[in-house]
């Protein structure tokens, strides 16, 4: 065994175009210090793989569109590979479930532990076991893949200790000791430590004790430093780069991160009041620099993965960008709407304008401290129109308080009516059902707003709840009034 950390980005993430940006900034960080830490992109390795088996050659991988990557069959099916292999897929455990992580520590003992993949391999074959490995987990759809990991690694260096971390652990009830005490012995009886929050420092804190052999104490929840600190962005130009020669079909998205948490941090449905509660801006000459010239060299967009970029700051990346590259952000209706904006962002590369939407009802929107207006909506879909920009609007069905049949009048609205209103705009409607997270107000204090939370699982962010019963089929149905 040898005194280094493996940090793991582990499949199954459905996005191609670039590299995960959280993994990078660890990276870097640690190359600063020359910590022995070596990176393992395993979602990378996935795709790879997937895209060269020449019997789903053919198929699609993704379609980037700003900062989201549409039906991703070849993931779809290397899901159900991975469950069916594992032995889970059955009537009790839909693969719908597995992707959400909603199942119980019982379910997690029922893996068929002989089992292997090529990535697993890959990990378990590194010349000397590292003294510990590190998984940085986005999203849902990757934890079954790290639990059943953890396991095959415990099995093989029983004297190496595994580190979990990643935006998806920030999500639980972590923050929250007496909440989240299930969840926590849970997650600690498969992993050895548990790292949430900004991390950069904590983590090259920990690496360093790793190379040095120093004792650590283990079986826990470690808050992180929280001293947010992305400008040394080399390590992401790197690995661009080699998503670049190998997706290179489709124009790289060059992820870029010019803030933390959320300046109207409001939204009633949101965990960014949790899980990043204190709201903070670096310089964006300082942030975009490097990515810009990256981005201008291999012919790339720039992806601004700030969750809510206002009016201001929006102005300041046009003036920086100059209309070298095309990037994409993401804003509030209210920003959008006002007049010049969207003229002048575009004027400065603008290319894709995300909106959360979530309601055109003001009545929800009040309720979920969004208020936005239709009026708002028709200013902005004029202005994208005339000046050519790329709209992606994000919307929520099901909010408390909704009924079907104002959803499907919304709906027809958004679906039908928009895209007469305005013939030359190119817009993509991001839909979604409410999803019950912890966290957010909406779990935290449910009767307030009518919801009767019926069943939780210890690694999932999402709760089960008396959901309306019409929000089931609702996005299968033909849009009609």
């Not at 790879?48 to 050659?57: E, F, G, I």
């Not at 966290?439 to 069943?455: L, Q, R, S, V, W």
Request: net charge negative.
């Amino acid at each position: 065994m040898e005194n280094y950390t493996l940090l793991i980005h582990p499949p199954f993430l459905k996005y191609n175009a670039g590299p995960p940006l959280g993994p990078c900034l660890l990276m870097q960080k640690c190359q600063e210090e020359n910590l022995p830490v070596r990176y393992l992109d395993l979602n990378f390795e996935a795709l790879k793989r997937l895209c060269r088996t020449s019997s789903r050659s053919s198929k699609l991988l993704s379609t980037p569109m700003g900062d989201h990557a549409r039906d991703d069959f070849l993931l779809e099916e290397a899901e159900s590979d991975f469950f069916s292999e594992l032995g889970f897929l059955n009537e009790q455990i839909p693969i719908e479930r597995l992707k959400r992580a909603q199942i119980n520590l019982d379910e997690v003992e029922n893996f068929d532990k002989s089992v292997s993949f090529p990535e697993l391999e890959m990990l378990l074959s590194q010349n000397y076991p590292p003294r510990a490995v590190a998984f940085s987990v986005m999203v849902a759809r990757q934890v079954i893949w790290v639990i059943f990991a953890a396991q095959k690694i415990r099995q093989k260096w029983p004297q190496t200790k595994i580190l979990l971390g990643g935006a998806y652990m920030g999500i639980l009830d972590f923050f929250d000791e007496q909440v989240g005490a299930e969840q926590q012995s849970t997650w600690l009886s498969l992993v050895d430590l548990i790292m949430i929050g900004h991390a950069e420092e904590s983590f090259a804190c920990f690496a360093r004790k790793i190379a040095l052999g120093e004792d650590i104490v283990w079986g826990r929840v470690a808050k992180g430093d929280w001293n947010w600190n992305p400008a040394s962005s080399g390590f992401t130009v790197r690995e661009t780069r080699v998503y670049r020669e190998f997706f290179s079909t489709s124009r790289p998205m060059v992820p870029v991160q010019t803030s933390v948490g959320c300046k109207w941090g409001k939204c009633k449905f949101c965990t960014y009041p949790i899980v990043e509660p204190k709201y903070e801006v670096k310089s964006v000459d300082l942030i975009l620099g490097q990515m810009l010239e990256l981005a201008c060299e291999i012919d790339g967009v720039l992806v601004i993965k700030d969750s809510y970029v206002e009016k201001k700051r929006l102005l300041e990346m046009a003036n920086f960008i100059q209309c070298r590259i095309p990037w994409t952000a993401c804003t509030r209706l209210p920003d959008a709407a006002i007049p010049g904006i969207i003229e002048k962002a575009v004027k400065g590369g603008l290319h894709t304008l995300e909106i959360g939407l979530e309601t055109i009802d003001q009545g929800l929107g009040k309720k979920i401290l969004k208020p936005q207006s239709k009026k708002q909506l028709h200013l902005v879909c004029k202005e994208a129109q005339r000046n050519e920009l790329v709209l992606v609007l994000n919307v929520i069905w099901g909010l408390p308080g909704q009924t079907e049949g104002q959803a499907e009048k919304d709906r027809y609205f958004l679906k039908n009516d928009l895209p007469l209103l305005y013939p030359d705009l190119h817009f993509h409607l991001e839909e979604n059902i409410l999803e019950l997270e912890r966290g957010a107000d909406f779990a935290k204090n449910p009767e307030e707003y009518g919801i009767t939370p019926e069943m939780s699982w210890p690694f999932a962010v999402e709760i089960a709840y008396n959901r309306p019963t019409w929000t089931k089929l609702f996005l299968e149905k033909e849009c009609l009034v």
